[in-house]
């Protein structure tokens, strides 16, 4: 028998969503897009890995363009900083990398030589400090505005990933290889390693959400996790 719905539990048939539709957009041939980020201007910034370049994307048209970032540049992770410009970590040239959004310039900061790191990820705390990460072993911060930069070797060695800022102005980054969560104090810049909870199971992203809390995908176990 067909169950009746009580009037209050109803609901409108104009507040079901339609059907999501998907838009696949073409890109340059060996672009290999990796990470993207909206821009302010309504397209979108995607680190093309495979041909070393900032691409933007026009999602009203599909128009693209690239920006070369320099020789041997394989950028992996992009973000919008404060200041509106697309940010890079480039694991080709062991750099950070800033792309005015405006005439397209370059500017690149490299880390030490004696410290490649593949670097993975980048996060800007509430002082508009960025904070990446290096698989390699290490984590860093950027200042903008000096140029100034600071690379750390993380607790474990091997692992830093996905990195994040919460609300309150914590620094948290997760370790694939070392399978925890780092907790990074932004004026001292010194990494703890929280426990996991359980062994080997390869944090890998990290997001918090409104409350401060810290949500975590964990590689290796299928799980997702979740630190108070």
């Known amino acids: 028998p067909t169950e009746e719905i009580p009037p209050t539990l109803a609901v409108p048939t104009d507040a079901i969503p339609a059907e999501p539709k998907l838009t696949a957009f073409p890109l340059p041939t060996g672009s290999r897009p990796h990470d993207v980020a909206p821009a302010l201007d309504g397209g979108v910034w995607y680190t093309a890995q ?3 370049a900032l691409g933007w994307l026009d ?9 070369p970032l320099g020789s041997g540049s394989r950028p992996h992770g992009v973000i919008v900083g404060p200041d509106g410009a697309p940010w890079i970590t480039d694991s080709g040239l062991n750099a950070i990398v800033r792309v005015d959004p405006e005439n397209l310039s370059v500017d690149v900061f490299p880390l030490p030589p004696d410290r490649p790191r593949k670097l993975e990820h980048r996060n800007f705390d509430k002082n508009g400090v960025l904070w990446f990460t290096g698989q390699n072993s290490v984590y860093g911060r950027l200042n903008p505005s000096s140029g100034k930069m600071k690379v750390l ?11 994040a800022a919460s609300p309150d102005g914590n ?7 070392g399978s925890y969560v780092g907790h990074i104090d932004i004026e001292s810049g010194q990494a703890t390693a929280l426990d996991p909870s359980a062994p080997g199971q390869g944090a890998r992203r990290v997001w918090p959400d409104s409350q401060g809390r810290i949500w975590v995908s964990k590689w290796n176990a299928g799980q997702v996790g979740l630190y108070d």
């Open 50 to 52: 495979g041909s070393g």
């Open 59 to 67: 999602p009203e048209t599909g128009r693209t363009r690239h920006t």
């Open 153 to 163: 070797d993380a607790p474990g060695g091997r692992g830093p990933y996905g990195i």
């Open 171 to 177: 620094v948290y980054y997760a370790s694939l290889a």
